[in-house]
């Protein structure tokens, strides 16, 4: 097997109020697993993929043989977008950035209310199912971009620092069509540490 799902690093009810015990129990243990198991079972017919990291897999995407492309790019993209999500989250979350990052999302943005806007805009308007991404590109830059899906900023070789998903299974059960406002409770998640960690 080539991927495995990390265990969550927090207990399902640790988020809450913001996101529900029930849904990040779905969220991890089932939707989670199920990008695994579909990207595991596209590698079995391909073994030479499964030496790769997730991330180099999808960097090359393009050249991944035709048959699995589609399945890896939704499922091992999968994967990797929700890797990263589960670690960027935490209890007593919230605030905003400081050191490196924060020097950066000043001089790129101005103020840190000032990305949760464009962020917020970037989730709240991806049509249909999707991510919202703080990015840096191959020059260090940060932006911020929307993908479909379960695209992976790595197939446009970005470094994700920190996303918010808004699949419809991320906050249904609590929020149902409210997703600007689960957008909004979702910040008080961040886990500042693990988001900086990401940018240096």
Partial sequence: MAYEVPPLPYAFDALEPHIDAKTME?????HHTAYVNNANGALE???ELAK?????LLRGINTVPEDVRTVLRNNAGGHSNHSIFWTIMGPNGGGGPSGTLGDAISSTFGTWDSLKEQLQKAAVGQFGSGWAWLLKDTGGK???????????????????ILGVDVWEHAYYLKYQNRRADYVTAWFNTL???AVEARYT
């Fill in 26 to 30: 779905i969220h991890h243990d089932k």
């Fill in 45 to 47: 017919k391909h073994p």
């Fill in 52 to 56: 790769k990291s997730v991330e180099d």
């Fill in 142 to 160: 940060l932006l911020i971009k929307s993908y479909p899906n379960q695209d992976s900023p790595y197939m446009e070789n970005m470094t994700p």
């Fill in 191 to 193: 886990n500042w540490k």
